[in-house]
């Protein structure tokens, strides 16, 4: 079964500080995972995209890596701002049929404290 | 652009009821999935529409229903509202063509549906 899982499932952090989250899944035949996040109320917004041969990417603050071997990912936030507050989403995506099927985790939730 | 748009953003109905939720998606875009996100849970693919038809469909029963018109918005209608229906409906739109591989979608704001 296609199952993508997120832990923490929430975490609480001070400004300024950094913290990563983790992304196991059992998806297959992978085609691509992604990093989103979700403000409250709000649609998912995608911060990075990784296929099956890139081992990190980047987007500002943000610093996503994956390991295809043991299918895990992770999303680093540098510098924690008021602003990170979100839900953070990690999807990952299977060929079938000639489409693709994205499988989303349950997401952590990040508060970050003044 | 004004992106991919929703509406209503919030709406309140009761069990038995049906229930019609629409989506624009972003310029340039031809194809709309519908999904389910339950509070604290993930989205749940429902469906997705391309060229006016429902190409993929996710674990949910035939009161999911959906349309898409010719200028690619999309409907997304729920018959016999059950109370475990409440959650935020999110359209996402994308590009089928060029990269499907890579296909970003790109999420609206949601409707927030109350069945009581």
């Known amino acids: 079964k296609n199952q993508v899982e997120q832990s923490p499932q929430s975490l609480i952090i001070l400004e300024g500080k950094n913290c990563t989250l983790q992304?196991?899944?059992?998806?297959?035949?992978?085609?691509?995972l992604r990093w989103y996040k979700q403000d409250t109320g709000r649609g998912p917004v995608s911060l990075t995209i990784m296929t099956f041969s890139e081992n990190t990417k980047s987007n500002g603050r943000y610093t996503a890596t994956l390991d295809a071997d043991t299918k895990q990912s992770s999303l680093h936030i540098t510098a924690s701002q008021l602003s990170d507050s979100a839900s953070y989403i990690c999807?990952?995506?299977?060929?079938?049929?000639?489409?693709?099927?994205?499988?989303f985790g349950r997401g952590t939730s990040l508060i970050v404290h003044p | 652009d004004a992106g991919v748009t929703q509406s209503p953003t919030h709406l309140i109905k009761t069990r038995g009821q049906q229930v019609t939720l629409r989506c624009s998606p972003k310029?340039?875009?031809?194809?709309v999935s519908w999904y389910q996100q339950a509070l604290g849970q993930g989205p749940q693919f429902i469906f997705q529409?391309?060229?006016?038809?429902?190409?993929q469909r996710g674990n949910f029963p035939d009161r999911f229903s959906g349309h898409q018109f010719p200028n690619y918005s999309s409907e997304l209608n729920v018959n016999a509202l059950l109370l475990g229906d409440s959650a935020l409906y999110l359209c996402?739109?994308?590009?089928?063509?060029?990269?499907?591989?890579?296909?970003?979608?790109?999420f609206g704001p949601g409707t927030r549906l109350t069945v009581l």
């Open positions: 992304c196991n899944y059992t998806v297959s035949p992978f085609s691509n």
């Open positions: 310029s340039g875009h031809d194809t």
């Open positions: 996402a739109s994308s590009i089928i063509r060029g990269q499907p591989r890579l296909n970003e979608q790109f």
């Open positions: 529409y391309y060229e006016e038809e429902e190409r």
């Open positions: 999807v990952v995506t299977y060929a079938s049929g000639g489409s693709y099927i994205p499988t």
